[in-house]
C-alpha cells in the first residue's frame, strides 16, 4: 500500500499553491491529508504532526509557507521523513525572503526546496520518492515525463511550421 503525503500549510493564504499539490498528488492516486499549522502560532501542533507522521503513515511531508517560511524547517526539526518545502510568495520581496527562509537550513536538518510557488513539483518530488518503491508508481511517472516531452514535441512542430519555411 502506498504511503500518504502530509501536507502542511502556515496559513490558509497558502491554499492556491496547495491546492496544485493536491491535484498533482491526486492525479497519481496519492493519499495525502491536509492541515494549517503555523510554526509561530502552533508550534506545538506542528511538532506533534511532524513527531508522529511516520506511525500515521505518512511517507513525506510537504510544507509550505511564506515570509520568514520557517514551518519546513521546524518539521524537519522533529521527524527523519523527507520534507519538501515550498516556499511562497507574499506582498513582500516576491517569495525571496520564503525561498531564502526555506533553502538555508543547518546541517543536519535537511528540507527539500522547490521554487517559490512550486506545489506541482513538491507533489512530483514526493511521488519520486514514494516511487523508489512502488513500481506502479514509478510506472506513472514515467508515463507522465512520456506525454510532457510529447507536449513539447507538439508544440515544436506547430512554431516550425510557422516559421521555418
Known amino acids: 500500500m502506498i504511503k ?5 500549510m502556515g496559513s490558509d493564504s497558502d491554499l492556491p499553491v496547495i491546492r ?3 491535484d498533482t498528488l491526486s492525479s497519481f492516486g496519492i493519499p495525502y491529508e491536509v492541515h494549517v499549522y503555523s510554526a509561530h502560532r502552533t508550534p506545538d501542533e506542528a511538532a506533534r504532526f511532524a513527531e508522529k507522521a ?3 503513515g505518512f511517507g513525506a511531508i510537504i510544507a509550505a509557507a511564506g515570509m520568514a517560511a520557517h514551518l519546513a524547517g521546524a518539521i524537519a526539526a522533529r521527524t527523519t521523513l523527507p520534507v519538501i518545502g515550498i516556499p511562497c510568495k507574499s506582498n513582500l520581496f516576491d517569495g525571496i525572503d520564503a525561498l531564502l527562509s526555506t533553502v538555508q537550513m543547518p546541517s543536519g536538518v535537511p528540507v527539500a526546496t522547490v521554487a517559490v510557488d ?9 511521488a519520486q520518492i514514494l516511487a523508489v518503491s512502488d513500481d506502479a508508481l514509478a510506472a506513472k511517472l514515467e508515463e507522465r515525463k512520456r506525454s510532457a516531452a510529447k507536449t513539447v514535441l507538439e508544440k515544436n512542430a506547430a512554431v516550425e511550421a510557422e516559421f521555418n519555411r
Do not use: E
Not at 4 to 8: F, L, N, R, S, Y
Not at 120 to 125: M, P
Open 118 to 126: 512550486g506545489g506541482v513539483n513538491a507533489a512530483l518530488l514526493c
Open 4 to 8: 500518504k503525503v502530509g501536507i502542511v
Open 54 to 56: 511516520r506511525g500515521n
Open 20 to 22: 496544485k499539490a493536491v
